[in-house]
């Protein structure tokens, strides 16, 4: 079993910066990859990034990309989520996941484990 309990999520001004964390319990963190999903109102779950077991490896959905990194510290149990230039867009929950596989995926029913989620709100 695995439990995620995200955090970081605020208001913020469109251009703004914003770093969430996802902190996970139980010893077998470093097994896992993570990824982060969001979901705006009326919308579905969208894939965000996703970072492999070792974080030598990661993945972005293209709304994000050169704008969001992903990262993880496996000795910490946390994986890192690095939100820069802010949209209006970008207003949503944003949610950790945890998968049992060396890399991330897409998918968000090819994760196992879920967070609550946090609520990041960007202003225009």
């Known amino acids: 079993q695995v439990q995620l309990v995200e955090s970081g999520g605020r208001l913020v001004q469109a251009g703004g910066s914003l770093r969430l964390s996802c902190a996970a319990s139980g010893r077998t963190f470093s097994t896992f990859a993570m990824g982060w999903f969001r979901q705006a109102p009326g919308n579905e779950r969208d894939f965000v990034a996703g970072?492999?077991?070792?974080?030598?490896?990661?993945i972005y959905a293209d709304s994000v990309k050169g704008r969001f990194t992903i990262s993880r510290d496996n000795a910490k149990n946390t994986v890192y989520l690095q939100m820069n230039s802010l949209r209006p867009e970008d207003t949503a929950v944003y949610s950790c996941?945890?998968?049992?596989?060396?890399?991330?995926?897409?998918?968000?029913?090819?994760?196992?484990?879920w967070g609550q989620g946090t609520q990041v709100t960007v202003s225009s």
């Open positions: 996941a945890a998968r049992r596989a060396v890399c991330g995926s897409t998918s968000y029913s090819q994760y196992d484990y």
């Open positions: 970072i492999c077991w070792n974080g030598d490896t990661t």
